[in-house]
């Protein structure tokens, strides 16, 4: 497993899997441990000194299954230097933030960011001393007019999972590069097979690994992949703060690694089906798909990634929460639920405007009536049953909106 490709497919099938790790077989085992046994007294004083990724310590540091997954996500990353792994993405949004934030600092967040995310902002990073402002998404290089001496660092989300707007990441990254700022980029859509983060530019690249990387609805993982100039900083902190996820876990995300690009691929051709079929509908007023034409800032999704994912959102046609909740409701095949990224299919009611400040929700041009919106991830079930599904819903909508 030497030769190393900058094709996803190959990546996904050999990334991580370093001979020490697997020996003879082709996944590394379930290392479970707390205690690292040294040989004697003076290997345990040595300890310390070697204490590196892929070197035995303790338990708190990892073993080569966390390694070798580890080692997986810097190798799909193109310019990274390592990765860190966390209990969820949000654990990992929030120890990558405090690797670089100090007290008196501003961070700049995008307005349709993940909403846990300007929780995090709100509370803890306030009571620290960190303010936060929020940015429209689609700013661009504007960004440079919001950069101040204080300024730190500059929390992205591409495309925002519940509005798809599609922002410009190679603009702000170079703005605030100019600056010395520190750009964070929560990359969990498109994973680095569809939006190779750190090649755009972003410093920090973060996965909630939950989603496509699991790809099983079966474990909660997070992960931050760093620069060469970030990267001590980050493993500090996580290490600071006692971060470390079980060796069963991090099995069962390098066991959905395997499959991602495949899966990636279904996701983004069953999606844009759908998608496709859902703007023909009358009961649809807007698919928010960032490969659709009329997504904010489709250009630039045409211009910088490699591909769609399987989640996007659409608005109904008029109606009400009630006519909304009989659509979903009427739903068989999508589970009504959190999180994305697994084999199945969700849906979920969602209304973006409460998470906003820095810009209007719905925009000016999407009209009063379009305020009912659905968030759907398509998993891999068959299209037409999934499109026989959602007009069975639509029906019910029709009915309920008269
Ligand atoms: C789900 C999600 C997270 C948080 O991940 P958890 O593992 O659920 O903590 C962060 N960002 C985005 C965009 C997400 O969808």
Redesign the pocket.
Known sequence: MTKKSDKPATQSVTAGRKKEWTGAIVNPPVWRASTHLYDNVAALREGPKTNEDGQFFYGRRGSPTQWSLADALTEMEPGACGTMLYP????A?SCALLSVLRPGDVLLITDNA?D??RGFAETFLKRMGVETRYYDPMIGAGIASLICDKTRAILM?NPG?LTFEVQDIPAICEAAKARGVVTLL?N??ATPFFFPAIEKGVDMTIL?A??YIVGHSDV???SVTATEKYWKRLRSTAQQLGQVVSPDDAYLAARGLRTLDVRLRQHEMSALKIAYWLNTQDEVARVLHPAMPDCPGHETWKRDFKGASGLFSFVLNGGSDDARAAFIDTLELFGIGY??GGFESLAIPISPQQHRTASAWPPADYGVHEQYLVRLQIGLEDTDDLIADLAEGLKAFKVAAQ
């Open positions: 969820s993405g949000v654990a949004i993940y846990p995310s989300e999972s929560d969990t859509w909630a939950t989603k909660m993982m997070g999180s994305w």
